[in-house]
C-alpha cells in the first residue's frame, strides 16, 4: 500500500513531512499539543479543540479503538490531527471503529511519521502556531506561506460550535439544570443525567430572560472554544444578579464567562494548558488534584482579586496561575480545568454543585 | 507539611543479597533515600548484609551496617543506635518482613521505633491476602473468587467451588515461590499440599484462574496528606499466568480505553488508602478478562519494587527519592521534580516515547528446571530499552539482553532452525513444525517472541497466535510490521541511493541494528555503518524529562531513536570519559560491576572530568539521572557505544567496570579508533589469550596447571592422560564457567567431549590438570604501570574445582603460611607489571601442597571488588579510575602500602553466596566449576568464626546450636572428615549417618547412629529431614551409587530449610562459626567503626 504524503506547515517556516491516515485533503488551525497518554478520541471530539491542529506527543495513537459512547460531540472538532504512529489495529473490546474511520468519516486529514516531540518542543518555544496540514500536493514553502496568512479569530469559535437551539436533553425529578452550551462535552451532560437531572440545553448566545423563564435549579456553564464574548458574561451577570440564589458552576469557558462578568482580565496563554497531568491545588482543602486541560487563557490574578466578590480556590503548579474561583456569598463557582463527573479527586466539584442543586430544588 | 522535626535518626533497611525477584533496584532505591534523607539533616542508620552495593559504601549513611538482616540483629542496632524510625519500604519484601517481625517481637515498641512510610497495619493489609481480600472487599472492588486453606482437605472443597484451572498461593514465600497453576486435581493435591509446606504459616490461597488475561501494572503514591498521584501505567506483554518479572513489559500502558484507565487510576487511589499506606510508593496488579473488560485487583505492594524502579527509569521521575521525602512528611507539592524544577513532584509524569522491559534468564546454568514460565519468577536479570515506538524499544531491548541476538530476528540466529527447515520442507514435516510452533506458543518460555516470528512466518494470522499465546493482537501487530519491514529489506542495496536511504532510515525506526541490516544484505556490520553514514542516516538523541516535552528539562538523561530532533547540546569540554555499564544482571555479572561503575563515574568526577554513563539495566544506581553528567540509557553493542562516543566526541572509554560486557566489545571499539583507558587492549589480550598468556607464566616463572588444547576426544584422552587424571576440561569460548567440567576418568572425559560437541561444534576443548584438594584464592589488586597495590588477598572456604563466585572466601586469609602469601604478593606483582596493568587486576590462584598455581588472571574489575573495598574501607574502583587518568598510585596511596602486603585489618570478613535452588524445582544442588549464584552477604566480625556465623546467617542459614548433624560423605572424604564430625560431638550434637559412614565413624570412636538409605527402607535419610529431626546436614557430593540419595537429601534440605553444606571445607567453616557463637551473643558495629580499629 502506498501511502499518501503530506505535510504540517507552520507559521515558523518548520515543515513535518508525513503519511495521511485520514482525510487526504487541507486543514488549517492553531498547532497545539497534548501531553496526554490516553484519550485521544475524547480531545479531538471536545468541542474545546476546535480551531486546533491537534498534536499528540505520546507516539502511539488510536492503539484501544473507538467507540461512540467516548464521542464528546457528535463529531472531530480538531482540524487536524497529528501523530507519530496511528495503529493499523484496535485492540480493546470496547473499539467499534478505528481513529482512522473516524476522523475519515469527519472528513479531518490525520498525518503520521511525525517527530512529535520536536514538535512539541518547537511549539513550547514559540507558542502555539497557525499551522496547515496539506495533502494536496502543494510545495512546503507554499503552505509555510498559507499557514502565515491564515486569520485566526477565536472568538468566531463558540458560536460554531454552540447548539443552536435550546433542546431538552433529558428528563429526571432531582431538579433541573439549565446548561448554556459553548461548545459542551458530551460527557458533562451524561454526568448530570445519570444523578437524575433534568437537563435543559441552551445555546451559547440565550437571554437571560429566556433562562429565567425555564424554571432552573440550578446553571452549569459549559466548556469551549477560544475566546468568551462580552454578551455571553453580561447575560450570565444578569442572570446572576437576579437569581443570586441560582447555583452556577463554571467550567473552561464557564469560568471564563463567570470571571469576565465580574470585571477580570484574561490573557492569551503561550501555549494552552492540553493534557491530563496537571496539578490544581485546592486552596481550601491544601489537596493536589491531577487535572485534564484543555484552554488557553490565563486570567489575571490581580484582576479578580480587584473584584473582591471571588476568593481564588484553584491555583495550578505548574504556572501559578488561577484555575479556581468562588463568590464569597452567593453559591457561584467556577474551575478552569475538567473536573469529573464521577471518580477521580475532582469530581468533588459536580458533587457540590448537585448538592445545592437539590436544596435549590 | 513541612518536614518531621521530632524524628532526628532513621534506620534504612536494604534488601540483602541478591537473589531471584529481589536484584539491584533496591539498592537503587535505597542509595536514593540515603542521599536524599540525608540532605535533609536527618542521622541515617543503614543496615545491609550485601557488600556488593553502593548504599553500604562507608561515605553514604551515617553509620553503616553490614549485618544479617534478622531481628535478632537489627534489634542489636536499634539498640545501639537508638534511631526514631524505620523506614522499610525501600528494602523490598525482606525490609517489610523484617518490620513486620520486629513488631510482632514488641521489639518496636521495646525501643520505641516508629514505622514511616508503612506501618504494620498496612504491610499487614496488603501482605496478609486474607486480609487483603477484605479490605478489598469493603471498598467495593472486583477481585477474582478464592479461598483460604490449610490443609489439604479444605484445599479441594475450595477447588471445587472455584474448578480448574486455578491457582495456588502459599502465603508468605518470596516472589511468589511455590504458587502455581493447576488444571488438573491430580496437580492439585501435588502442588497444594507442597504449598502448604512452603508457607511459613502453612496457608495456601486458592484462586480463580485469571490466565490469559490482561495484566496492568499501576505505580502510584500517596502523601500524609492524602495527595495520590500516578507515576506510571505498565502494561504485560505476557499474559496473567506469567510471572510479572519474567513478563516483557511496557509502560505506558498501550491496550486500554481511558475510561478504563481512568477506573484503575481511581481504584489504585482507593486501595492505597484502604490498605492505610502512609506516604509513598507503592505498585498495584489489576487483570483485565479482554472478552468482557472486567477488571479485577491482583496484589498491591506497599513499597518501592522492581517495577517502580522501572517506572522511575521510565518517566525520570525519582520514586524513591520522593517516597524517602514523604515518609518524613513533606508532600508531594513541596517536593520539587529535579528535572522539570521548579515545578512541583504533585503532578503526573508523562512520556513521548515506548519503553520496553525485556528479562533475562539464566536457565543453561540450571539443567533439569523446567523452562515454562509461570506464576513463580525465573528470571535473573532484566534489560529495558526507549524508543519511539514499541518496535524500535522491542529491538533495542532485546539487542541489549546481551544473549546474542542483534534484534527481533533477521540476526543469522533462527528462534528453532529445525522447525523452519521442516517447514521449508513442506508436506506433512511442514505440518509437524506448525503444530510444534502451536505448542510452543501455548507453553511460553524465555523464547517466546521468536516463537512468534516463527508463527508469522508459517502463515498464522494474528488472531491465531492470539487464541493460543494470549499475547494481545496489538503487540502482535507490532511485531508483525517490523518483520513486514525485514521482508522488505534483504533487496535494500539494488535500490537508487533515494529509495536505499527512506528503506534503510525506516529500517533504523523500526528499531534494526546496523548487524541485522548487514545479515539481510549480506554486508559486514562496519560496512552498513559506513553505508548508513554516507546516506546520513544518524540516530538522534532526545531526552527523558518526565513532561513530554511541555517543559524545559535540566537534567541529561537520553536515550536513541531516529527522528528529525537531536537534543544533545555536545560540550565543548575535552575532559570527557565514557563509562560502559554491565547491562543486565545474569549470573556471574550483577550488581558488584554496577558498584564499581558509580565508583568510576564518581572518582573521575572528583577529578574533573565530564562523565558519560551508558547502561541498559533499569534497576541500577549508575542509571540514576544524577550519578553521571550524562546518561544514555542504550543497549551496549559496538553500534550503540560508537554512535554516543562519536555524537559526544569522547576523549576516552572506560571498559574495566562493566564486567565482561564492556570488555567484549574493547577490540571492536579500540579498532574503530576509540580509545581504550586504562589497561591496553593488547594487555587485555595478554591475559585473555591462553597461549600469549602461558608465555608471560613461563617468562615470569609462576607456577601453572599443566594443560593443552583438543579438538578431537583422541587428542584429548592424550592430554588427559599426560598431565593425569582428573582434569578440568570446558569449551574454549565460554564465561562464567559455562559448561565447565571436573573430569575423574576416560569414560566421563569421552562423554564430556560428546555433550561439548553440541554446545560448540569446531571449537577446540580446554583440558587443565585439576588440583585436587587445593585451596583456592582470590586477589585483587591496583596498578598503574610501575607499582602494584594488592588490596586483599581472599582464602576460599570451598576447595578448588568450585566455581569462584560460589565459594565463600574469607579476607584476610586464615590459614595460608607466611611463605605462600610471599608467593602470591610476589606473582600478583611480577604479572601485574608484566601484562602491563593500569587499574584493576583479579588473580585467581590454587595453593596444593605449598606451591602456588595461577589459575587466571583478569584485567578488569571483579565480583569482588566491592567486597574488598568494604572489607578494607580502600575504595578500589575510584582508585582504578584514577589511574586510568594518569594519576600514579604513589600519589593516591601511602607508600608502605605498595608493592606489599595488603593494608592490615584488625577483624575477619566472610563473604557467602546465595543460591537460587528453591527456585529451579528437581535441580540438584551440587557446587561445581559452572557459578549458580545469584548474590552474596558479608559477616564481619572480630574473628573468623564469629564472622563466618554472620555470614552464614545473612546468607539464610541460621547454623544450629544443638541437634542432630545428619552426614552423609564419599568415600574420598571420610578420613578428613573425622576431626570435624569430632568437633561437632564435642560440642554436643548427635551424629546421624549411613551404615557406612556410621560404622567407619563408631570405629574411629564417634558415637553416630545409623539411618538407613532410601532404598534400605524407611525410616530413611530423606524420613529424618521432612520430620525435621536434623538440625544440620554435611553431604558431599559422591559416587554415582548414591548420587540419587544425594539428590534426594539435598532437595530435600532445601525445601525444609535445614542448613547443608556440601564441602567438608564448609562443614569446618561451621563448626568454628558455631563454637564462636556458643562463647557469646551476637555483637554489631558499623563499618565505620571498625575502619578505625585499622588506622
Known amino acids: 500500500m502506498v501511502l499518501k504524503k503530506g505535510y504540517l506547515a507552520l507559521e515558523s517556516g518548520k515543515v513535518f513531512e508525513g503519511t495521511s491516515f485520514g482525510a487526504e485533503n487541507e486543514a488549517c488551525g492553531e498547532a497545539v499539543f497534548n501531553t496526554s497518554v490516553f484519550g485521544y478520541q475524547e480531545i479531538i471530539t471536545d468541542p474545546s479543540s476546535f480551531g486546533h491542529i491537534t498534536c499528540f506527543n505520546h507516539p502511539h495513537v488510536g492503539n484501544y479503538g473507538c467507540n461512540k459512547d467516548s464521542n464528546e460531540s457528535p463529531g472531530v472538532c480538531s482540524g487536524g490531527i497529528v501523530v507519530k504512529e496511528c495503529s493499523a489495529i484496535t485492540a480493546n473490546q470496547l473499539s467499534e471503529f478505528s481513529l482512522q474511520e473516524l476522523i475519515l468519516k469527519n472528513n479531518a486529514p490525520g498525518i503520521e511519521g511525525v517527530d512529535t516531540r520536536a514538535l512539541t518542543k518547537h511549539l513550547r518555544d514559540n507558542g502555539s502556531l497557525k499551522a496547515v496540514i496539506s495533502f494536496l500536493g502543494d510545495y512546503p514553502s507554499k503552505l509555510v506561506e498559507k499557514a502565515k496568512e491564515l486569520k485566526i479569530d477565536d472568538s468566531k469559535y463558540i458560536p460554531e460550535v454552540s447548539c443552536k437551539e435550546k433542546y431538552i436533553y433529558c428528563q429526571g425529578d432531582e431538579g433541573t439544570i439549565g446548561v448554556i452550551d459553548y461548545g459542551c462535552k458530551s460527557s458533562f451532560l451524561k454526568g448530570i443525567a445519570s444523578k437524575g437531572f433534568k437537563i435543559i440545553v441552551f445555546p451559547y448566545n440565550v437571554k437571560a430572560s429566556e433562562i429565567m423563564e425555564s424554571e432552573i435549579n440550578g446553571l452549569f456553564l459549559s ?82 482579586e480587584k473584584s473582591k466578590d471571588f476568593v481564588v480556590t484553584h491555583i495550578n503548579l505548574f504556572d501559578n496561575s488561577v484555575q479556581g474561583i468562588k463568590h464569597k456569598k452567593l453559591p457561584l463557582f467556577a474551575v478552569q480545568y475538567y473536573p469529573a463527573t464521577a471518580m477521580s479527586e475532582t469530581s468533588y466539584l459536580f458533587e457540590n454543585f448537585f448538592g445545592m442543586v437539590k436544596k435549590n430544588a | 507539611m513541612p518536614k518531621r522535626t521530632d524524628i532526628k535518626k532513621i534506620l534504612i533497611i536494604g534488601s540483602g543479597p541478591i537473589v531471584i525477584g529481589q536484584a539491584c533496584e533496591f539498592d537503587y532505591s535505597g542509595v536514593q533515600a540515603i542521599k536524599s534523607l540525608k540532605k535533609e539533616g536527618y542521622k541515617i542508620i543503614l543496615v545491609n548484609s550485601n557488600p556488593a552495593t553502593i548504599m553500604t559504601d562507608p561515605e553514604f549513611a551515617d553509620a553503616t551496617y553490614i549485618e544479617p538482616i534478622v531481628p535478632e540483629i537489627v534489634e542489636k542496632i536499634i539498640e545501639k543506635e537508638k534511631p526514631d524510625a524505620i523506614l522499610p519500604t525501600l528494602g523490598g519484601q525482606t525490609a517489610l518482613n523484617l518490620a513486620v517481625s520486629l513488631h510482632e517481637r514488641g521489639i518496636l515498641e521495646k525501643h520505641k521505633v516508629e514505622l514511616i512510610g508503612a506501618d504494620f497495619k498496612t504491610i499487614e493489609a496488603a501482605e496478609d491476602r486474607k486480609v487483603f481480600r477484605k479490605v478489598m472487599q469493603d471498598i467495593g472492588m472486583d477481585l477474582p473468587k478464592s479461598g483460604y486453606a490449610y490443609n489439604i482437605a479444605e484445599a479441594i472443597k475450595i477447588s471445587e467451588d472455584i474448578g480448574f484451572p486455578c491457582i495456588v498461593r502459599p502465603s508468605f514465600t518470596l516472589g511468589g515461590v511455590g504458587s502455581g497453576m493447576v488444571f488438573t486435581k491430580e496437580e492439585f493435591i501435588e502442588i497444594a499440599s507442597n504449598g502448604i509446606q512452603a508457607s511459613p504459616i502453612n496457608e495456601i490461597l486458592i484462586e480463580e484462574s485469571v490466565l490469559g488475561w490482561k495484566e496492568l501494572e499501576m505505580e502510584v503514591m500517596r502523601d500524609l496528606a492524602d495527595n495520590c498521584i500516578t507515576i506510571c501505567s505498565i502494561e504485560n506483554f505476557d499474559p496473567m499466568g506469567i510471572h510479572t518479572g519474567d513478563s516483557i513489559t511496557v509502560a505506558p500502558a498501550m491496550t486500554m480505553t481511558s475510561k478504563e484507565y481512568a477506573k484503575m487510576r481511581d481504584d489504585s487511589f482507593k486501595i492505597l488508602r484502604a490498605i492505610g499506606m502512609k506516604s509513598g510508593g507503592a505498585n498495584i496488579q489489576f487483570a483485565i478478562d479482554p472478552k468482557t473488560g472486567r477488571q479485577v485487583v491482583i496484589e498491591m505492594n506497599p513499597r518501592v519494587s522492581r517495577s517502580s524502579a522501572l517506572a522511575s527509569k521510565a518517566t525520570g521521575f525519582p520514586i524513591a527519592k520522593v517516597s524517602s521525602l514523604l515518609a518524613v512528611g513533606y508532600t508531594l507539592d513541596e517536593i520539587q521534580n529535579d528535572m522539570t524544577a521548579p515545578r512541583p513532584a504533585s503532578f503526573e509524569p508523562t512520556v513521548d516515547y515506548h519503553v520496553v522491559k525485556v528479562p533475562r534468564f539464566a536457565f543453561e546454568k540450571f539443567s533439569g528446571a523446567s523452562q515454562t514460565l509461570g506464576t513463580a519468577m525465573k528470571s535473573v536479570g532484566e534489560t529495558m530499552a526507549l524508543g519511539r515506538t514499541f518496535k524500535e524499544a522491542l529491538q533495542k531491548a532485546v539487542r541489549g539482553l546481551e544473549v546474542g541476538r542483534s534484534g527481533y530476528g533477521a540476526d543469522g540466529h533462527s528462534g528453532d532452525a529445525e522447525l ?25 518460555n524465555c523464547d517466546r517472541l521468536y516463537n512468534v516470528r516463527l508463527a508469522m512466518k508459517f502463515g498464522m494470522s494474528i488472531d491465531e497466535i492470539y487464541d493460543i499465546s494470549k499475547i494481545d493482537k496489538w503487540f502482535l501487530n507490532q511485531l508483525k510490521e517490523i518483520l513486514e519491514v525485514e521482508n522488505e529489506l534483504s533487496g535494500v542495496l539494488k535500490h537508487k541511493e533515494d529509495k536505499q536511504k527512506e528503506l534503510i532510515y525506516k529500517a533504523k525506526q523500526y528499531g534494526f541494528s546496523d548487524k541485522q541490516l548487514a545479515y539481510l544484505t549480506r554486508k559486514s556490520p562496519e560496512e552498513i555503518r559506513e553505508l548508513r553514514k554516507k546516506l546520513g542516516i544518524q540516530p538522534s538523541y532526545k531526552l527523558v524529562d518526565t513532561c513530554g516535552g511541555e517543559f524545559d528539562a535540566k537534567t541529561a538523561y537520553y536515550y536513541s531513536t531516529y527522528e528529525s530532533e537531536d537534543e544533545v547540546a555536545v560540550s565543548k569540554n575535552s575532559k570527557k570519559i565514557m563509562i560502559l555499564g554491565a547491562g543486565p544482571n545474569r549470573i556471574g555479572q550483577g550488581i558488584e560491576f554496577d558498584y564499581c561503575c558509580v565508583h568510576g563515574v564518581l572518582a573521575l568526577k572528583e577529578e574533573g572530568y565530564e562523565t558519560i554513563m551508558v547502561n541498559s539495566n533499569p534497576e541500577t544506581v549508575s542509571t540514576d539521572y544524577d550519578t553521571s553528567d550524562r546518561l544514555y540509557f542504550e543497549p551496549l553493542t559496538v553500534e550503540d557505544v560508537l554512535n554516543i562516543a562519536e555524537k559526544e566526541k569522547v576523549m576516552g572509554v572506560v571498559v574495566q567496570f562493566g564486567g565482561q560486557t564492556p570488555l567484549n566489545l574493547a577490540t571492536e571499539l579500540h579498532k574503530a579508533g576509540l580509545k581504550i583507558l586504562g589497561t591496553p587492549i593488547e594487555s587485555i589480550d595478554l591475559a585473555e589469550d591462553r597461549k600469549l598468556f602461558s608465555k608471560v607464566l613461563e617468562k615470569l616463572n609462576i607456577p601453572q596447571a599443566q594443560s593443552g588444547t583438543a579438538t578431537s576426544f583422541k587428542e584429548a584422552r592424550k592430554i588427559a592422560e599426560e598431565i593425569g587424571y582428573p582434569v578440568m576440561v570446558r569449551p574454549s569460548y565460554v564465561l562464567g564457567g559455562r559448561a565447565m567440567e571436573i573430569v575423574y576418568d576416560e569414560k566421563a572425559l569421552e562423554n564430556y567431549i560428546s555433550k561439548a560437541a553440541n554446545v560448540s561444534p569446531g571449537k577446540p576443548i580446554l583440558i587443565d590438570k585439576f588440583l585436587n584438594h587445593a585451596v583456592e584464592v582470590d586477589v585483587d589488586a591496583l596498578c598503574d604501570g610501575k607499582d602494584v597495590y594488592i588490596a586483599g588477598i581472599m582464602e576460599h572456604i570451598e576447595e578448588a574445582g568450585i566455581h569462584s563466585g560460589d565459594s565463600a572466601c574469607v579476607l584476610p586469609a586464615n590459614s595460608l603460611s607466611e611463605k605462600v602469601l610471599n608467593d602470591i604478593r610476589k606473582h600478583t606483582i611480577n604479572l601485574a607489571k608484566e601484562i602491563g596493568v593500569k587499574g584493576l587486576m583479579n588473580i585467581q590462584f590454587a595453593v596444593k601442597d605449598g606451591i602456588v598455581y595461577i589459575l587466571e588472571a583478569n584485567p578488569r574489575a571483579s565480583r569482588t571488588t566491592p567486597y574488598v573495598s568494604k572489607a578494607t574501607g580502600i575504595a578500589l574502583a ?214 578505625k580499629k585499622n588506622s
Not at chain 2, 549464584?933 to 542459614?957: H, Y
Open chain 1, 223 to 304: 466548556n469551549g472554544p477560544g475566546r468568551v464574548l462580552k454578551e455571553m458574561s453580561a447575560s450570565v451577570k444578569e442572570i446572576i444578579e437576579k437569581c443570586p440564589c441560582l447555583p452556577v458552576f463554571g467550567v473552561c469557558a464557564g469560568f471564563q464567562v463567570i470571571a469576565d462578568a465580574y470585571g477580570a482580565k484574561f490573557k492569551k496563554h503561550k501555549i494552552g494548558r492540553h493534557g491530563a497531568n496537571h496539578p490544581v491545588k485546592n486552596l481550601e482543602t491544601g489537596r493536589v488534584e491531577i487535572t485534564a486541560q484543555n484552554n488557553r487563557y490565563t486570567l489575571d490574578a490581580a484582576s479578580i
Open chain 2, 420 to 444: 523452519e527447515a521442516y517447514y521449508d520442507d513442506g508436506g506433512a514435516l511442514q505440518q509437524k513444525a506448525v503444530e510444534e510452533v502451536k505448542y510452543k506458543l501455548g507453553t511460553p
Open chain 2, 878 to 1091: 575510584k582508585l582504578a579510575a584514577k589511574i586510568m587518568t594518569g594519576k600514579k598510585l604513589s600519589e593516591l596511596l601511602p607508600k608502605n602500602l605498595l608493592n606489599g602486603p595488603s593494608k592490615e585489618v584488625k577483624y575477619s570478613t566472610v563473604k557467602e553466596v546465595v543460591l537460587p535452588w528453591s527456585r529451579f524445582a528437581n535441580v540438584d544442588t551440587v557446587l561445581g566449576p559452572e557459578m549458580k549464584s545469584t548474590g552474596e552477604v558479608m559477616g564481619i566480625d572480630a574473628d573468623f568464626g564469629r564472622a563466618f556465623a554472620k555470614a552464614e546467617l545473612a546468607a539464610g542459614s541460621l547454623l544450629p546450636d544443638s541437634g542432630a548433624v545428619l552426614v552423609s560423605i564419599g568415600p574420598r572424604g571420610k578420613e578428613e572428615a573425622l576431626s570435624i564430625i569430632k568437633d561437632f560431638v564435642a560440642l554436643g550434637f548427635e551424629i546421624l549417618a549411613t551404615k557406612h559412614t556410621a560404622e567407619f565413624f563408631n570405629a574411629s570412636g564417634i558415637p553416630a547412629k545409623e539411618v538407613a538409605k532410601i532404598a534400605e527402607g524407611r525410616p530413611n535419610i530423606v524420613d529424618v529431614i521432612t520430620n525435621k529431626q536434623v538440625s544440620f546436614i554435611i553431604n558431599t557430593p559422591s559416587g554415582a551409587k548414591s548420587r540419587k540419595d544425594g539428590y534426594q537429601i539435598r532437595r530435600n534440605a532445601i525445601m525444609y530449610g535445614i542448613p547443608i553444606v556440601t564441602t567438608l571445607a564448609a562443614a569446618k567453616a561451621s563448626v568454628q562459626g558455631i563454637k564462636a557463637k556458643r562463647k557469646s551473643d551476637w555483637s554489631v558495629a558499623p563499618l565505620q567503626e571498625y575502619y
